[in-house]
């Protein structure tokens, strides 16, 4: 599921938001979809559906299957991530990917770090478990994830579809990938995804 204006990965905290007057307890936690009792996968789900209006079931079954990071503050979900394998076709080889998906804050919780720690936990799987990561960005999440050094793919993407491989034009621009320490990519050339239901990218 990509970000804001095209299915967003992430949010952009509103740093004009007030701070809270008193300190609270926050908690990160990282498991497994399968570790996930379905209480905690109902305020996921509800807290990605309040960050993006525009979410499908496709978009939740999208952030389905690998690790979640979840931040909760005094017992209440408020922040949600996930990372789930992907594979990638780039240069005659098939990458594994792990893929960025839902990643959204609650609104009167963001500009305080909370998506940055979840990040954090995700991109350091994707160092040590795959070729490299890959998410779809809008353009205001854009800054955040390059600050944290995150690459704009800047050739042409591709599906490879149930019809064959099919240009994907429209996610040109938006998407960006994060290359493990023993992976090379070249930026400039294409790049296809495996099919799935929903947004491909």
Same mark, same amino acid.
């Given at each position: 599921?990509?970000?804001?204006?095209?299915?967003?990965?992430?949010?952009?905290?509103?740093?004009?938001?007030?701070?809270?007057?008193?300190?609270?307890?926050?908690?990160?936690?990282?498991?497994?979809? %399968?570790?996930?009792?379905?209480?905690?996968?109902?305020?996921?789900?509800?807290?990605?559906?309040?960050? $993006?209006?525009?979410?499908?079931?496709?978009?939740?079954?999208?952030?389905?299957?690998?690790?979640?990071?979840?931040?909760?503050?005094?017992?209440?979900?408020?922040?949600?991530?996930?990372?789930?394998? &992907?594979?990638?076709?780039?240069?005659?080889?098939?990458? &594994?990917?792990?893929?960025?998906?839902?990643?959204?804050? &609650?609104?009167?919780?963001?500009?305080?770090?909370?998506?940055?720690?979840?990040?954090?936990?995700?991109?350091?799987?994707?160092?040590?478990?795959?070729?490299?990561?890959?998410?779809?960005?809008?353009?205001?999440?854009?800054? $955040?994830?390059?600050?944290?050094?995150?690459?704009?793919?800047?050739?042409?993407?591709?599906?490879?579809?149930?019809?064959?491989?099919?240009?994907?034009?429209?996610?040109?621009?938006?998407?960006?990938?994060? %290359?493990?320490?023993?992976?090379?990519?070249?930026?400039?050339?294409?790049?296809?995804?495996?099919?799935?239901?929903?947004?491909?990218?």
């Amino acid at each position: 599921m990509p970000s804001p204006d095209r299915r967003p990965t992430a949010t952009m905290p509103h740093m004009t938001e007030a701070q809270p007057t008193t300190p609270r307890r926050t908690d990160v936690r990282l498991a497994h979809t %399968a570790e996930l009792d379905p209480a905690t996968l109902k305020a996921a789900r509800v807290l990605l559906h309040d960050v $993006f209006d525009d979410m499908t079931a496709e978009d939740w079954e999208h952030a389905l299957g690998g690790l979640h990071a979840l931040v909760h503050e005094d017992g209440a979900l408020i922040g949600h991530a996930s990372v789930v394998q &992907r594979r990638l076709l780039h240069d005659g080889r098939a990458l &594994r990917c792990g893929y960025v998906e839902g990643v959204g804050v &609650r609104a009167d919780r963001r500009g305080r770090g909370h998506g940055a720690a979840m990040m954090d936990a995700l991109e350091r799987v994707i160092r040590r478990g795959y070729d490299l990561g890959a998410l779809g960005a809008a353009d205001e999440a854009a800054p $955040f994830y390059a600050a944290r050094g995150w690459q704009l793919w800047r050739g042409p993407s591709w599906a490879l579809t149930p019809d064959g491989i099919r240009r994907t034009a429209d996610e040109d621009g938006c998407i960006y990938v994060l %290359a493990a320490p023993a992976t090379s990519l070249d930026l400039d050339t294409d790049l296809t995804c495996d099919w799935r239901d929903g947004d491909v990218w």
